[in-house]
């Protein structure tokens, strides 16, 4: 196998000094906080198929804009939220007879996509970016959306959290709480629709759990409590878009990947740590929010 | 006295077919119910229609405030990072504003009701890591901190330790004299003879009285079908049998 | 002349007689293999091996190594990945399954993506049923004879099993050998369709067959070569919208096959019996 000699590391600072990555360290610092925060949710209610779903399907949207110059945003906002809407008629996000339905429907939608992208991209770079993201070209509007689905998910995270987590825990007994089962997850999925759209750009429509679900996963690993997976899974995946970038600027890369391959490596370690160490009895006392 | 749990002329079903039918009973404040039935047998439609996730088919269900529901242990996740005390503080969410965060008041109510079911030292444990029983009296818990009027109890004493089996007795009767209301659900015709009415359930309400009348051979055979194992009693005396439970595997 | 000139342009070359031999060969076993992968509940699981075999397949092409092998290799660590990080039991499967396709993905982009690198990535994604080769036809066929034998040894011990699990593990059948065999034949079936129709979309050939048909179908048997009979059309059908249209070959076979699937749910369904 032919190994490429590999570039030498660039020097972070000298990095700092182009506005094109600063632009990206803010970006990519606002989704670890919404990833992180809706990202713990994820896992804890089962939702990762959908994540990833929800990102593959805003494709077509994405193509159909560049060739249209429609908005992007609007476009996969619009496919996002539809896919949220269907997941939600369906009953949960569950399984069995919707993972057929669910994988063909992404499977024309990302086959829509390359044939619209036949036409739309002369070469197939285009593709790839909308399919693995890009540093070049994020902007104040990229950062405004981020912006936006960070602040949502902190204050969905403290207004809805327990609801959430108590759904979550006794799906029966939830409706006698008092809480609108149905309206909250709805909000959960919508939640997560917006805050994938504003992840496509810079990790692209393949690789949002790459920011979405892998640290949320790393943190459950590392904690006992909702609380601190809340706010280890926002850390963590503030540190994987770092370290991500970094390797994306090294690696001359898409960011996605990198990001990518190092949350996937982070779960890695841990989960062999994890193996190897004998879980302890006793939890400390931790209450949620 | 008006009734805490009652059903008129109902029927219970999903998508139009009804698999529970002929429901008509009424229990008042500080009562203990056994809901008695094979698997299978509607048990757990009752119990969600009573919760407010069935509407019925035909005729009216109906309860006091809102019901307090616990579940059968292995149904509430075991994986969930929260702990006893996170659970017991659930109860609170009950009060009106679910979209608030917890007050300090609410977790005094949890630490209070974890003492109330023994479990003030284990506050801090991790759900998952309780026993069966402990399990259950941490739902007890949070359904005393839902200030809840009826609990509707569904297999709490199944594979449970005798120690926590007693501890859980001994909170119905309490529960019970503090005017509440209990449904519990059960298999074991035996447990039945302790509860002060009987609501005999299989595919169709077969009997609601005391347990001295419930509990006949012919209503018990009615509800069972063959799987039972009758020790003693005659045609309309009470009777104690076993039933014998097919589980799903 | 012309309808005749139209539908004789894919055989005129070399390349169009491959991509439509290599469509029906692979349309027919994988359309067979349908049945069971839905009957299955495999639907979920063929996805994440068919994405998490992306790295095996750009490996492949940096080393010059045929496809083949890289999707082979690529299936069985998808596979064993899988396993490994779902052992704990505070990750849910599918949280797990998540990461290491994420994980996958990443991998494969991020070798295939470098400015130095020669490997196509959209080829792998979608497909490249435009440079079908002998060797890839050779390998078709050998998976169409291989997989048919197999399913017909296999076929009362897959029936039995699909239909009642519990009896049949009674009966001496093993179902979790028979599920385990299955998996087998349908890591096999990836690995050589995965290089028409790609990582994103292979799915569709081992799944959209089986929903066309299922309702129109009254045994396992009818099912699978009705199965097979859908998904060589519809792979036919997409060579041409390739070559009339223009469009990639590996996509207008995935959505000939997702619109088979969608019209075979509309269809009525057989009537029951009287003894149902």
């Given at each position: 196998m032919?190994?490429a000699?590999?570039?030498?590391?660039?020097?972070?600072?000298?990095?700092?000094?182009?506005?094109?990555?600063?632009?990206?360290?803010?970006?990519?610092?606002?989704?670890?906080v919404?990833?992180g925060?809706?990202?713990?949710w994820?896992?804890l209610?089962?939702?990762?198929f959908?994540?990833?779903?929800?990102g593959?399907?805003?494709?077509?949207?994405?193509?159909?804009?560049?060739?249209?110059?429609?908005?992007?945003?609007l476009?996969?906002?619009a496919?996002?939220?539809?896919?949220?809407?269907?997941v939600e008629r369906?009953?949960?996000?569950g399984?069995?007879?919707?993972d057929?339905?669910?994988?063909?429907?992404?499977?024309a939608?990302?086959?829509t996509?390359?044939v619209?992208?036949?036409?739309?991209?002369?070469?197939?770079?285009g593709?790839?970016?909308?399919?693995?993201?890009?540093?070049?070209?994020?902007?104040?509007?990229?950062?405004?959306?981020?912006?936006?689905?960070?602040v949502?998910?902190?204050?969905?995270?403290i207004?809805?959290g327990?609801?959430?987590?108590a759904?979550?825990?006794?799906?029966?007994?939830?409706?006698?709480l008092?809480?609108?089962?149905?309206?909250?997850?709805?909000?959960?999925?919508?939640?997560?629709?917006?805050?994938a759209?504003a992840?496509l750009p810079?990790?692209g429509?393949?690789l949002?759990?790459s920011?979405?679900?892998?640290p949320?996963?790393?943190?459950r690993?590392?904690?006992?409590?909702?609380?601190?997976?809340?706010?280890?899974?926002?850390?963590?995946?503030?540190?994987?878009?770092?370290g991500g970038?970094?390797?994306?600027?090294?690696?001359?890369?898409?960011?996605?990947p990198?990001?990518?391959?190092?949350?996937?490596?982070?779960y890695?370690?841990?989960a062999?740590?994890?193996?190897?160490?004998p879980?302890?009895v006793?939890?400390?006392?931790g209450?949620?929010? | 006295?008006?009734?805490?749990?009652?059903?008129a002329?109902a029927?219970?079903?999903?998508?139009?077919e009804p698999?529970?039918t002929?429901?008509?009973?009424?229990?008042?404040?500080?009562?203990t119910v056994?809901?008695l039935?094979p698997?299978?047998?509607?048990?757990t439609?009752?119990?969600?229609?009573?919760?407010?996730?069935?509407r019925p088919?035909?005729?009216?269900?109906?309860?006091?405030?809102?019901p307090?529901?616990?579940?059968?242990?292995?149904r509430t996740?075991?994986?969930f990072?929260?702990?006893?005390?996170?659970?017991a503080l659930?109860?609170?969410?009950?009060g009106g504003?679910?979209w608030r965060?917890?007050?300090?008041?609410?977790r005094?109510?949890?630490g209070?009701?974890l003492?109330?079911?023994?479990?003030?030292?284990?506050?801090?444990v991790?759900?998952?890591?309780?026993s069966?029983g402990?399990?259950q009296?941490?739902?007890?818990?949070?359904?005393?901190?839902?200030k809840a009027?009826?609990?509707?109890?569904?297999?709490?004493?199944g594979?449970?330790?005798p120690?926590?089996?007693?501890?859980?007795?001994?909170?119905?009767?309490?529960l019970?004299s503090?005017?509440r209301?209990?449904?519990?659900?059960?298999?074991d015709?035996?447990?039945?003879?302790?509860?002060?009415?009987?609501?005999?359930?299989?595919?169709?309400?077969?009997?609601?009285a005391q347990?001295?009348?419930?509990?006949?051979?012919?209503?018990i055979?009615e509800?069972?079908g063959s799987?039972?194992?009758?020790?003693?009693?005659?045609?309309?005396?009470?009777?104690r049998?076993?039933?014998?439970?097919?589980?799903e595997? | 002349?012309?309808l005749?000139?139209?539908?004789?342009?894919?055989w005129?070359?070399?390349i169009?007689?491959?991509?439509?031999?290599?469509?029906?060969?692979?349309?027919?076993?994988?359309?067979?293999?349908s049945?069971?992968?839905?009957?299955?509940?495999?639907?979920?699981?063929?996805?994440s091996?068919?994405?998490?075999l992306?790295?095996?397949?750009?490996i492949a092409?940096?080393?010059?190594?045929?496809?083949l092998?890289g999707a082979?290799g690529g299936?069985?660590?998808?596979?064993?990945?899988?396993?490994?990080?779902a052992r704990?039991?505070?990750?849910?499967?599918?949280?797990?399954?998540?990461?290491?396709?994420?994980?996958?993905?990443?991998?494969g982009a991020?070798?295939?993506l470098?400015?130095?690198?020669?490997?196509?990535l959209?080829?792998?994604?979608?497909?490249?049923?435009?440079?079908?080769?002998?060797?890839d036809l050779?390998?078709?066929?050998?998976?169409a004879?291989?997989?048919?034998?197999a399913?017909?040894?296999l076929?009362r011990?897959l029936?039995?099993?699909?239909?009642?699990p519990?009896?049949?593990?009674?009966?001496?059948?093993?179902?979790?050998?028979?599920r385990?065999a299955l998996?087998g034949?349908l890591a096999?079936a990836?690995?050589?369709?995965v290089?028409g129709?790609?990582s994103?979309?292979?799915l569709?050939?081992l799944?959209a067959p089986?929903v066309?048909?299922?309702?129109?179908?009254?045994?396992?048997?009818?099912?699978?070569?009705?199965?097979a009979?859908?998904?060589?059309g519809a792979g036919?059908?997409?060579v041409y919208a390739?070559?009339?249209l223009?469009?990639?070959?590996?996509?207008?076979?995935?959505?000939?096959?997702?619109?088979a699937?969608?019209?075979?749910?509309?269809?009525?369904g057989?009537r029951r019996?009287?003894?149902?």
């Open positions: 032919e190994l000699a590999l570039p030498p590391l660039p020097d972070p600072l000298v990095l700092l000094d182009t506005e094109l990555v600063r632009t990206a360290l803010l970006e990519l610092g606002l989704l670890a919404a990833g925060l809706l990202g713990a994820i896992v209610r089962g939702l990762a959908f994540a990833h779903a929800v593959a399907a805003t494709f077509p949207g994405l193509v159909a804009a560049e060739a249209t110059g429609a908005s992007p945003r476009a996969s906002l496919l996002a939220v539809a896919c949220a809407g269907a369906g009953g949960r996000a399984r069995a007879p919707g057929v339905a669910t994988g063909l429907l992404l499977v939608a990302l086959a996509g390359v619209l992208a036949s036409d739309v991209f002369e070469s197939a770079a593709a790839e970016r909308l399919l693995f993201g890009t540093l070049i070209g994020l902007g104040g509007a990229d950062l405004a959306t981020s912006a936006a689905a960070a949502l998910a902190i204050g969905a995270t207004m809805l327990r609801s959430w987590t759904v979550g825990f006794d799906p029966e007994a939830a409706p006698t008092g809480i609108p089962v149905a309206r909250a997850d709805l909000l959960l999925l919508a939640l997560i629709a917006v805050a759209v992840a810079a990790v429509a393949l949002v759990t920011l979405y679900v892998v949320a996963a790393v943190a690993l590392l904690t006992r409590s909702v609380r601190s997976l809340l706010l280890s899974s926002a850390a963590i995946a503030a540190v994987q878009g770092l970038l970094y390797v994306s600027l090294w690696l001359d890369v898409p960011p996605g990198a990001i990518a391959v190092l949350g996937a490596t982070a890695a370690l841990c062999v740590g994890s193996a190897l160490r879980r302890p006793a939890a400390p006392a209450a949620i929010l | 006295m008006s009734a805490a749990v009652s059903a002329r029927s219970l079903g999903y998508g139009g698999v529970l002929g429901l008509d009973f009424a229990a008042g404040t500080g009562t056994c809901v039935g698997n299978g047998g509607g048990k439609t009752l119990f969600r229609a009573l919760v407010g996730e069935l088919l035909t005729g009216t269900v109906a309860v006091a405030g809102r307090a529901y616990v579940a059968q242990t292995d996740r075991l994986d990072p929260v702990t006893a005390l996170d659970v659930m109860g609170s969410l009950a504003r679910w965060p917890a007050r300090g008041c609410d005094q109510a949890a209070r009701a003492e109330r079911v023994g479990l003030a030292d284990a506050a801090g991790a759900f998952g890591e309780l069966g402990q399990r009296r941490v739902l007890i818990a949070r359904a005393l901190v839902q009027g009826v609990l509707l109890l569904d297999e709490p004493l594979g449970v330790d120690d926590s089996a007693q501890r859980i007795s001994t909170l119905f009767a309490e019970r503090e005017g209301t209990l449904l519990v659900s059960t298999h015709v035996e447990s039945a003879h302790a509860f002060d009415l009987v609501l005999c359930l299989n595919r169709r309400q077969i009997a609601f347990p001295g009348e419930a509990l006949t051979r012919s209503v055979e509800t069972y799987e039972l194992v009758v020790l003693s009693g005659g045609s309309d005396e009470p009777v049998a076993i039933a014998v439970q097919h589980h595997h | 002349m012309d005749v000139d139209t539908l004789l342009e894919p005129r070359s070399g169009g007689r491959r991509a439509l031999l290599e469509v029906v060969l692979l349309g027919g076993i994988c359309g067979a293999l049945f069971w992968v839905t009957s299955y509940r495999l639907a979920y699981p063929a996805e091996l068919a994405h998490g992306l790295p095996g397949l750009v092409a940096l080393a010059g190594l045929p496809l092998l082979a299936v069985g660590l998808a596979a064993a990945a899988i396993a490994l990080a704990d039991e505070r990750i849910a499967p599918e949280t797990a399954t998540a990461v290491v396709i994420s994980g996958a993905f990443g991998l991020l070798l295939a470098r400015p130095d690198a020669p490997a196509r959209e080829e792998l994604l979608f497909g490249d049923l435009v440079g079908v080769g002998d060797a050779f390998a078709a066929g050998a998976l004879v291989l997989a048919s034998l399913l017909a040894a076929h011990p029936t039995a099993v699909a239909f009642d519990v009896t049949a593990g009674a009966l001496g059948l093993a179902p979790a050998r028979v385990l998996l034949l096999a990836l690995a050589v369709a290089q129709l790609g994103l979309l292979v569709a050939v799944v089986a066309a048909v299922r309702r129109r179908s009254a045994s396992p048997l009818q099912a699978m070569l009705a199965g009979a859908v998904a060589a036919i059908a997409g390739s070559y009339l223009g469009i990639a070959a590996g996509a207008a076979v995935a959505l000939a096959l997702c619109l699937a969608a019209a075979g749910s509309a269809l009525p057989l019996g009287a003894a149902a």
